[in-house]
């Protein structure tokens, strides 16, 4: 499964950004996409994600900023940053996680895959 993601740039603080990622290959249901993010010298940390039931989370440093949405129909899902701040730069990497087709279509294997980062860097 791979998974394709854009939309990162730079902006200035206080500007918009929306991310994009799509999952292709073969595999027979997406459970759950998210976002995450890796700042220079920092670990990797999760920013949102959203299930296959539209439940959502997000870090407390994004919430009422960042808003999660997924269009099941497409195996897409986007991130949609506005307020940004110069604490917002970094690698942003969409995930998906779900099962590969099994015998007879059924769900076989869980997955789990990234994609290979999208850079977004705010300046002050």
């Known amino acids: 499964v791979q998974l394709q993601a854009s939309g990162g740039g730079l902006v200035e603080a206080g500007g918009s950004l929306r991310l994009a990622c799509t999952a292709s290959g073969s595999f027979h249901s997406i459970t759950t996409m998210g976002w995450y993010r890796q700042a220079p010298g920092k670990q990797r940390e999760l920013v949102a994600r959203?299930?296959?039931?539209?439940?959502?989370s997000y870090a407390d440093s994004v919430k009422d900023r960042f808003t999660i949405d997924r269009d099941s129909a497409k195996n897409a899902v986007y991130l949609q940053m506005n307020s940004l701040k110069p604490e917002d730069t970094a690698v942003y990497y969409c995930?998906?996680?779900?099962?590969?087709?099994?015998?007879?279509?059924?769900?076989?294997?869980?997955?789990?895959?990234w994609g290979r980062g999208t850079l977004v860097t705010v300046s002050s």
């Open positions: 959203v299930n296959n039931e539209g439940v959502e």
């Open positions: 995930t998906g996680g779900g099962f590969l087709v099994g015998k007879g279509w059924s769900p076989g294997r869980a997955f789990n895959s």
